[in-house]
């Protein structure tokens, strides 16, 4: 294994002991983590026989890390680096060495920890490091999740339209004053979707009966992007610059368009496992995958504790197998049995169910069967969404209204329920709060409110960062205690 680099030779080196003392946090980072795992896991992205030298990847990876952690852009990063003693001497770099360009940073994040599962990764790194330190000292894990918004808004169609419209009407007028002066009128701003699409339509048939108008490259553009807005509009996927990021909703009311990063954290607030989705994703469903992974970072469970979003039917039979205690209060829309369990997901924060293309209910409706049978709990669509769903084959039959139903079993989950009635379950109830706080140092200190990039790898990239930084950071504050 190849060690990572020490401090190149300079004459100015004794100004590290003057200005970086021995308490500071970088240093300590530095004596904490041996960076040199970052070696043998992106060495297959580069190329050792070609080419000029690249900038070591520890370093790099530093960068990353001090972007993570002190929540800077990459521009506002290598500034405070050129100046910044501190942050020279955790890079390794000698105090007169001149810093990277900010782009080299871009190149970094998409050539070279590429094919990387880099989220497991660091989380693996710093919950190996709090075993060796012995600080994961219980047995329980505590699960919630966070959302983050995408870097890119999401407009609505009729916006969309309205936009593009105007873009190739101004660019028409700007070519040709008399052919735009023969488009027909244009609709109102609170024209309907269907309104606009029409006339989109009509406005793309005008241009391509005339050759002359398609001699010219910017109308050719404005239209193009129009077609696509308008075939996204037909098959009602989102329109923005983030197309895998998808609308999540925190109650019946109110909606993000973006991420969620779901998170299992020991008592004594280190990370142990995160898996990171769209924002449209159940809580509940993660549950299995953030037990596994906890373990397979060497983590012993013996207890799960969470709101009732992780109280399923699904969840409570792999707890039990596994002989793991679930401390997550039933919701008795999760205890129904139903159909496409693995489809539908409940909103707990909301409570509608929503449907596999992420549209969420728009009501519910409480109904008797008249045959004495437990009552079931019916939930209704937008039809009108339903119609042009690109997944409404075979979910939508084309009826007048699109329903889904579950059904209350009296009898199952007994056993739960007492245990949730016991002081022992209310007692450690209490401790979910921990995870809450964890949230919020994420979202308000590491920057992690919004996406800074589009899609779903960045995404992993900036969780991955992140959580690697608040676990580091607990480590130090924790080990300074024992």
Do not use: W
Request: glycine residues 4%.
């Amino acid at each position: 294994m190849l060690m990572q680099p020490g401090m190149p030779l300079s004459p100015y080196l004794a100004l590290y002991d003057i200005i970086v003392p021995p308490d500071h946090k970088l240093r300590k980072i530095k004596q904490l983590v041996n960076f040199s795992f970052v070696y043998d896991e992106i060495k297959k992205n580069y190329c050792t026989d070609n080419g000029r030298g690249a900038i070591d990847p520890i370093r790099m990876f530093k960068y990353l890390f001090l972007k993570a952690m002190y929540n800077l852009s990459d521009l506002d990063l290598v500034e405070r680096t050129r100046c910044d003693l501190s942050f020279k001497y955790f890079l390794d770099m000698a105090p007169e060495e001149n810093v990277i360009d900010s782009s080299s940073l871009t190149k970094f994040r998409k050539q070279r920890l590429k094919n990387m599962d880099i989220l497991d990764l660091l989380i693996g790194k710093t919950v190996s490091i709090a075993l060796e330190k012995g600080i994961i000292t219980g047995k329980a894990i505590i699960v919630d999740s966070t959302h983050t918004k995408a870097r890119y808004n999401l407009m609505s169609h009729h916006d969309a339209l309205f936009e593009r419209v105007n873009s190739l009407r101004q660019t028409i007028r700007l070519i040709d004053r008399e052919k735009a002066s023969q488009l027909p009128v244009r609709p109102q701003t609170d024209s309907s979707v269907s309104d606009v699409l029409e006339y989109s339509e009509k406005l793309l048939k005008i241009v391509y009966a005339d050759e002359r108008l398609q001699q010219y490259p910017g109308i050719l553009e404005k239209m193009h992007i129009l077609e696509e807005t308008v075939a996204d509009t037909l098959e009602n996927r989102c329109i923005s610059a983030d197309s895998e990021a998808k609308i999540g909703h925190k109650t019946s009311d109110s909606s993000f368009y973006g991420y969620k990063t779901h998170i299992a954290m020991t008592e004594d607030r280190i990370i142990t496992a995160a898996v990171i989705t769209t924002g449209e994703r159940s809580d509940g469903k993660q549950l299995q995958e953030l037990v596994e992974k906890s373990e397979a970072a060497g983590v012993d469970i013996e207890e799960v504790i969470g709101d009732m979003a992780y109280s399923e039917r699904k969840n409570q039979q792999y707890t039990e197998g596994k002989k793991i205690r679930l401390i997550s209060k039933t919701n008795k829309m999760n205890t129904y049995g139903r159909r496409h369990d693995d489809k539908f997901e409940y909103n707990k924060d909301a409570g509608m169910y929503v449907c596999p293309a992420g549209h969420m209910s728009t009501h519910k409706e409480s109904r008797r069967s008249p045959n004495g049978r437990s009552p079931k709990m019916t939930y209704l669509f937008d039809i009108e969404k339903c119609r042009v769903c690109p997944l409404r084959d075979p979910c939508f039959k084309g009826t007048k209204c699109k329903t889904y139903s579950v059904r209350l079993n009296a009898s199952a989950r007994t056993e739960q329920i007492q245990f949730e009635e016991s002081e022992y379950f209310r007692a450690r109830a209490k401790v979910r709060y921990k995870i809450e706080a964890k949230n919020s140092e994420l979202k308000q200190v590491h920057g992690y409110k919004t996406a800074l990039a589009a899609g779903l790898e960045s995404m992993q990239l900036q969780g991955a960062m992140a959580i690697f930084a608040v676990n580091i950071k607990r480590i130090l504050k924790l080990t300074k205690i024992n």
